[in-house]
């Protein structure tokens, strides 16, 4: 399995068995958390993790890249699919010119042979949205994400957040003792200066939809939960998830919410 986590590592789905501890012991990760994956279900491959700006092969058409991020969530994977012509890029990076620097390393080390053909977007958090503009004008190629995704980064970059009343509001009703102090993650200029600009979106990609890469077939699924519109990439031929947010190795996902107007 290729997941976007955090610790960054690549993995390989064996099985379908999920069965607790036959002597009834309780799993616990070294962060501390309860029930990681069963190793049964997931092992890792035996690749270390890319340099900031570098990458790693995957498998004979998939890449691993490594963007450096100026958050203390200091780095995001993204995937690189070689599809004959050039690469498909799954996820970015955010604008500050620290994920820029790595971005043009890649290009020096890949797309100087292969150029970069295609971007896709699996959810509009702005570590995996965040560079797609700028990428899209640098190369000229278009952008793919679900349009849920799409809907809500326009709502998000354009700025147009909810009444402080209407969150204050939704705070409390939802248990938050103090919602002034959280009120400012609520605030779109917190997203909107992490990104170059909302990409132009070429292609809604639906549920299920499949996709034809590096002579595989690639399908979408939207997984909600961490994001709305979240999609995951399956390729079941090769076995291989590229799975944005959604699965980590150690940790359950966040679970986010936005407030609609």
Known sequence: MIRE???HTAAMIESDHNDAPSDGAVLVTAEGEMLPSDPRRITHAPI????????????????????????????????????????????????????????????????????????????????????????????????????????????LFGGSGPDSR???????????PQPIS??????????VRMTSGLPEIERHINDGERLGWAGDEWTAMRTDGHAEGHLCLWNRTANLLISGDQVLPTISSNISIMIRQ
Not at 96 to 111: M, V
Request: net charge neutral; with cysteine.
């Open 166 to 176: 209407e969150v204050e509001s939704f705070l409390l009703m939802h248990g938050v």
């Open 5 to 7: 986590a955090r610790p």
């Open 182 to 191: 959280v009120q400012p993650l609520f605030k779109p200029e917190r997203f």
């Open 48 to 155: 270390e993790p890319p340099l900031p700006g570098q990458s790693v092969a995957i498998t004979q058409r998939i890449r691993w890249g490594r963007i450096p991020l100026p958050i203390d969530l200091n780095h995001i994977n993204v995937w690189l699919i070689d599809d004959d012509d050039g690469y498909i890029a799954v996820d970015t990076g955010m604008a500050p010119s620290i994920c820029k620097d790595a971005w043009e390393q890649i290009e020096r080390d890949l797309f100087a042979r292969k150029p970069l053909k295609g971007l896709f977007v699996t959810h509009l958090h702005p570590d995996h949205i965040g560079l797609a503009r700028w990428l899209q004008e640098r190369h000229r190629v278009p952008v793919w994400m679900s349009s849920r995704a799409h809907e809500s980064a326009r709502a």
